[in-house]
C-alpha cells in the first residue's frame, strides 16, 4: 500500500512498497556485516576491528621494544578515532590477540590478566596494559611510505589504512572465524616458515598445484599443539576445495608409577577447548559410567597442561582407554575448515590455498611498487637539494654574499645564473633533473635549502659527503628504477624478503616451531566391557525399597545382613563383576546394569532409580544375571505373555527397552528364565494350568498370548519346568514337594485349568 504525500513535504517523503524497503535496507546491512566485521581480508588475514587496533597502537607508539600503555587507553581510542562501537567489543577483541591459546603468533603484548585457556574471561581493561609485538609490526611494516590506500574514518576527521602490507601471509598464520548473514568463515592457524616456503615455491612455479603446495604446508598448526589425525585425502580435498574438517586429538602418553600400576597424562588438549569445561566433560564421563575403565581425573596443571587420567585398574590398556575417551569427551574434536574471505577486499569467496597464498603475494607485489615508487620520489626530491647545496659550495662567495646584502636573497639565488656547476656522477644517466627555467637557475626547493643550511656546515668535509651521499642516492634510484621496470626482479626480492620473514619467525623464533604433529588415527575396535574388568565374584543385595549394593565374594545367602529402618531383603544373588543385570519392572520395560557399577556392600548401597530412569510409580518385578543366548518367560497380570530371548532385552541407555507391553491397570507379572518344556502357570483363582512350551510364541516386544483363562482376578505366578521331573514346591512347613502326576492339570493354553495340588502354598507362588 502507498499514500501520497501532502505538499508541504513532497520533497521529504518518497513512497516505496514495504517488501522492497525491508529487502533493501537488510541487504545494506548484510554487506555491512561481511565486508565490515565478520570476513577478514585475504591479504592481510585481519577484520576491520583488528586493523584498527593495531593501526592506534602504531599511533600511541607501543612498539614491541617500547612501554605498556593501559588497555583502556587504546580501547578509548580505537573506539573515538576508528571504530565507533562497544569498548567492552574492542577490548576483547584486543585481549584475544593477546591469548598464545587461541592466536599462533599473538598481536598485542599483553601485561596482566587477558584469561587463561580454562576460560577465565580477562580483567577489566583498566587493570591490564598492552603493545605491540614484533609480528604485529611486521603487518605494518611500510605504512609510511604509501604501501597501501588510506580512507578517512568514520566521521571524516582523520585518516586509516584500508589494509595492511603484511609481510607474511597472516590469514594463513592466526586464522580466523566469523559468522556474516547467509555465510562464515573459519581457518585454522598455520606455520609461518612453512607458509613462507609455499609461497616461495608459488613464485618460483606459479601454475602449482594445491597438491604440491601441501609438501611445504602440510596442515594446519594450532597453538595448543596436539595430534591431527586426519588422512592425507581428506586434507587435500579441503586445502584444494577451501572446506573441510581435520580431527584434533590430544596429545598424551603413559606415566609408569612403579610396581604395575600407571596413568595417563594429557599434555596438550585440542584448539578452543576449555580445559575446566574439558574435566567437568570426563567428570561427568566417569560419573555416568561411560566409560567404565575410567577411574578417575584431576587437574595438575600450572604453566602447562597436565590433566592426570587414572584406569580403574591396571590391567586395562592405555589405547583401549583412550580410544573410549576420544568417543566420549572433547579430547578429539573436529575443527571444520571454510576460508570464505574477501578475496579483493571487497568480495567475499571460498578460496583454495594456492587462492589465498596468490592473493597475498599479488598485495606484496602491489606493496612493493608503491613503496618502491614513493622511494623514488623521496630520492628525487632529496638529489634535487643535494644539487642546489653543492653548487652553493662551488659559489660558496658569491652564495653568501647575496645572502648578505641582498634584501630578497631567496629571490636572488633564483635569479643567479651558476651555470653546470658541477659534473654528473656516472650513475646520474637516468636521472632527469629538476625543471628550470633556464640553464644554471636554482629551483625554490634548493633556494630554500641553501637558506636553510647552518654555518657548521660550511667546511670542506661536508661538500665531499654531500657528493659521496649524491652518488649512493643516484645508485639506489637506479636499482629501483631496474626494479620498477623488471617483474623477475619484483619477485626475486618479494622473494628475499619472504626468507627474511622465514629467518625472524621460524623455529629460532619463540614459539615458532612447529607444534601439532601428524599421526595416523589408530581406532580401536569396541571391546566388551566384560574383557576390561577384572573378574571377581560378587553377591548381590537388594532390598524392597529398591536399594542395591554387591558384597565382595560369594557369601551365604541366608545370612543376615543390615537394612534401612523399615526395609527388608527381597533379592540376594550370587554374581561376578563382569555380570549384566537385567531389571524388570512391572511397566514392561527391561533396564540393564554393569554389576561393576554397583555399590560396595559396606554401606546400605544406593537407589536402583538413581542407576537407571525407574519412574516412582513402578516396582521391581525381579532382577536376574544376563545370559547371553538365554531365554525368558514374561507375562502380566491379565495372564498375557510370551517367550523372549535375553539378547533382545538388554537395554543401551537408562531409559531402559519396552518389552512387554501392558496398559491400564495390567502390569507385569511375571520374569523367569525358560528351563524346561512345560509351562506351568497359577491364577489368582488357586488354578493351575500346565501346557507344552511350544504353545508359547517367541516375540521381541508385544502383549504376548493368553496363558491361562480367568472369570474373576488374574495371574498369580508361572514358570517352566521339565515334566519328567515333576513340578515342585515348597509346602506350608518349607519342605519341598514334586508333583510327578500331572495329567489332571495338563491341557492346552488358555484352559481354565484345576484347582492346585494339596499343600501348594497359600500365597500361589513356585519354587524359582
Known amino acids: 500500500m502507498t499514500e501520497t504525500p501532502n505538499t508541504a513535504n513532497a520533497g521529504l517523503i518518497s513512497s516505496e512498497t514495504l517488501r522492497r524497503a525491508i529487502g533493501d535496507r537488510y541487504l545494506t546491512y548484510a554487506l555491512s556485516t561481511i565486508m565490515h566485521r565478520a570476513l577478514p581480508d585475504a591479504r592481510d588475514g585481519l577484520k576491520p576491528v583488528h586493523r584498527r587496533i593495531l593501526y592506534a597502537m602504531r599511533e600511541l607508539r607501543l612498539a614491541s621494544n617500547g612501554g605498556f600503555r593501559k588497555s583502556a587507553k587504546i580501547s578509548g581510542d580505537v573506539m573515538g578515532?576508528?571504530?565507533?562501537?562497544?569498548?567492552?567489543?574492542?577490548?576483547?577483541?584486543?585481549?584475544?590477540?593477546?591469548?598464545?591459546?587461541?592466536?599462533?603468533?599473538?598481536?598485542?603484548?599483553?601485561?596482566?590478566?587477558?584469561?587463561?585457556?580454562?576460560?577465565?574471561?580477562?580483567?577489566?581493561?583498566?587493570?591490564?596494559?598492552?603493545?605491540?609485538?614484533?609480528?604485529?609490526?611486521?603487518?605494518?611494516?611500510?605504512?609510511?611510505?604509501?604501501?597501501?590506500?588510506?580512507?578517512?574514518?568514520?566521521?571524516?576527521?582523520?585518516?586509516?589504512?584500508?589494509?595492511?602490507p603484511a609481510t607474511f601471509p597472516n590469514l594463513l598464520a592466526n586464522g580466523s572465524s566469523g559468522i556474516a548473514v547467509g555465510m562464515a568463515t573459519n581457518i585454522p592457524p598455520h606455520n609461518i616458515a612453512e607458509l613462507c616456503d609455499a609461497c616461495l615455491h608459488l613464485i618460483k612455479t606459479p601454475d602449482a598445484r594445491d597438491e604440491t603446495l601441501l609438501n611445504y604446508v602440510p596442515g594446519p598448526d594450532f597453538p595448543t599443539g596436539g595430534v591431527l589425525v586426519e588422512s592425507p585425502e581428506n586434507i587435500r580435498n579441503a586445502y584444494a576445495t577451501g572446506r573441510g574438517s581435520f580431527r584434533l586429538r590430544a596429545k598424551w602418553e603413559v606415566e609408569d608409577l612403579g610396581r604395575g600400576q600407571w596413568q595417563i597424562v594429557v599434555t596438550e588438549i585440542p584448539y578452543q577447548v576449555q580445559k575446566s569445561k574439558l574435566i567437568e566433560k570426563i567428570a561427568e564421563v566417569i560419573q555416568t559410567k561411560k566409560v567404565p575403565i575410567l577411574g578417575d581425573v584431576r587437574d595438575e596443571s600450572a604453566e602447562d597442561i597436565r590433566l592426570i587420567l587414572e584406569p580403574k585398574t591396571k590391567n586395562v590398556d592405555p589405547d583401549v582407554l583412550m580410544g573410549m575417551m576420544f568417543r566420549n569427551s572433547d579430547l578429539e574434536v573436529r575443527f571444520s575448515m571454510n576460508m570464505n574471505v574477501l578475496i579483493d577486499g571487497l568480495t567475499p569467496k571460498v578460496c583454495s590455498l594456492k587462492e589465498v597464498l596468490r592473493a597475498f603475494l599479488d598485495h606484496r607485489r602491489e606493496v612493493l611498487q608503491r613503496r618502491s615508487?614513493?622511494?623514488?620520489?623521496?630520492?628525487?626530491?632529496?638529489?634535487?637539494?643535494?644539487?642546489?647545496?653543492?653548487?652553493?659550495?662551488?659559489?660558496?662567495?658569491?652564495?653568501?654574499?647575496?645572502?648578505?646584502?641582498?634584501?630578497?636573497?631567496?629571490?636572488?639565488?633564483?635569479?643567479?645564473?651558476?651555470?653546470?656547476?658541477?659534473?654528473?656522477?656516472?650513475?646520474?644517466?637516468?636521472?632527469v633533473g629538476p625543471a628550470r627555467d633556464a640553464e644554471g637557475e636554482l629551483t625554490e626547493v634548493q633556494a630554500e635549502a641553501i637558506l636553510n643550511m647552518r654555518l657548521r656546515s660550511l667546511r670542506r668535509l661536508e661538500e665531499m659527503e654531500l657528493v659521496r651521499e649524491r652518488d649512493a642516492l643516484m645508485a639506489e634510484r637506479a636499482e629501483l628504477s631496474d626494479l620498477l621496470a623488471s617483474e623477475s626482479l619484483q619477485w626475486a626480492r618479494i622473494s628475499e624478503?619472504?626468507?627474511?620473514?622465514?629467518?625472524?619467525?621460524?623455529?629460532?623464533?619463540?614459539?615458532?616451531?612447529?607444534?601439532?604433529?601428524?599421526?595416523?588415527?589408530?581406532?580401536?575396535?569396541?571391546?566388551?566391557?566384560?574383557?576390561?574388568?577384572?573378574r571377581e565374584p560378587i553377591t548381590v543385595v537388594c532390598s524392597q525399597m529398591g536399594w542395591i549394593r554387591a558384597m565382595t565374594g560369594h557369601i551365604d545367602l541366608t545370612r543376615d545382613l543390615k537394612y534401612k529402618d523399615g526395609d527388608a531383603p527381597r533379592f540376594i544373588f550370587h554374581a561376578e563383576t563382569t555380570d549384566k543385570l537385567l531389571v524388570f519392572g512391572n511397566n514392561g520395560r527391561f533396564y540393564t546394569i554393569q554389576a561393576s557399577n554397583l555399590p560396595g556392600g559396606r554401606g546400605m548401597g544406593e537407589p536402583l532409580r538413581l542407576m537407571v530412569d525407574l519412574p516412582n510409580e513402578a516396582e521391581i518385578v525381579d532382577i536376574l544375571k544376563y545370559q547371553a543366548g538365554g531365554k525368558l518367560l514374561v507375562a502380566s497380570s491379565a495372564g498375557d505373555g510370551f517367550i523372549v530371548p535375553q539378547d533382545e532385552v538388554v537395554a543401551q541407555t537408562r531409559t531402559g527397552k519396552q518389552v512387554l507391553n501392558v496398559r491400564g491397570d495390567i502390569t507385569a507379572k511375571v520374569c523367569r528364565p525358560v528351563d524346561g518344556d512345560h509351562v506351568a502357570v497359577v491364577g489368582e483363582n488357586r488354578k493351575v494350568l500346565i501346557f507344552a512350551i511350544e504353545e508359547l510364541p517367541e516375540m521381541g516386544r508385544g502383549k504376548g498370548v493368553r496363558l491361562q483363562k480367568y472369570k474373576d482376578g488374574g495371574l498369580s505366578d508361572a514358570t517352566t519346568f521339565h515334566v519328567a521331573s515333576g513340578l515342585s514346591w515348597l509346602d506350608p512347613a518349607g519342605r519341598t514337594r514334586t508333583e510327578n502326576t500331572l495329567e489332571e492339570w495338563t491341557a492346552k493354553r488358555a484352559s481354565a485349568g484345576r484347582m492346585a495340588p494339596r499343600g501348594f502354598p497359600r500365597d500361589n507362588k513356585f519354587t524359582s
Do not use: C
Not at 634584501?407 to 658541477?422: F, I, Q, S, T, Y
Open 373 to 431: 615508487e614513493h622511494r623514488v620520489e623521496k630520492i628525487d626530491h632529496r638529489l634535487e637539494v643535494l644539487e642546489g647545496l653543492i653548487i652553493a659550495y662551488l659559489n660558496l662567495d658569491r652564495v653568501i654574499d647575496i645572502i648578505r646584502y641582498d634584501d630578497d636573497p631567496k629571490v636572488a639565488l633564483m635569479a643567479e645564473n651558476w651555470g653546470k656547476g658541477h659534473t654528473r656522477a656516472a650513475s646520474e644517466k637516468d636521472y
Open 497 to 534: 624478503q619472504l626468507r627474511e620473514t622465514r629467518k625472524k619467525f621460524g623455529k629460532d623464533y619463540a614459539g615458532g616451531a612447529r607444534r601439532t604433529i601428524f599421526a595416523e588415527a589408530t581406532e580401536v575396535e569396541d571391546v566388551p566391557i566384560e574383557a576390561m574388568i577384572e
Open 81 to 164: 578515532n576508528y571504530h565507533p562501537h562497544g569498548d567492552a567489543a574492542i577490548y576483547d577483541a584486543m585481549a584475544r590477540l593477546a591469548q598464545d591459546f587461541n592466536v599462533r603468533y599473538p598481536l598485542v603484548d599483553g601485561q596482566g590478566n587477558f584469561g587463561n585457556i580454562d576460560g577465565d574471561n580477562p580483567a577489566a581493561s583498566r587493570y591490564t596494559e598492552a603493545r605491540m609485538t614484533a609480528v604485529a609490526e611486521a603487518l605494518l611494516e611500510g605504512l609510511n611510505e604509501n604501501a597501501v590506500d588510506f580512507r578517512d574514518n568514520y566521521d571524516g576527521t582523520l585518516t586509516e589504512p584500508v589494509v595492511l
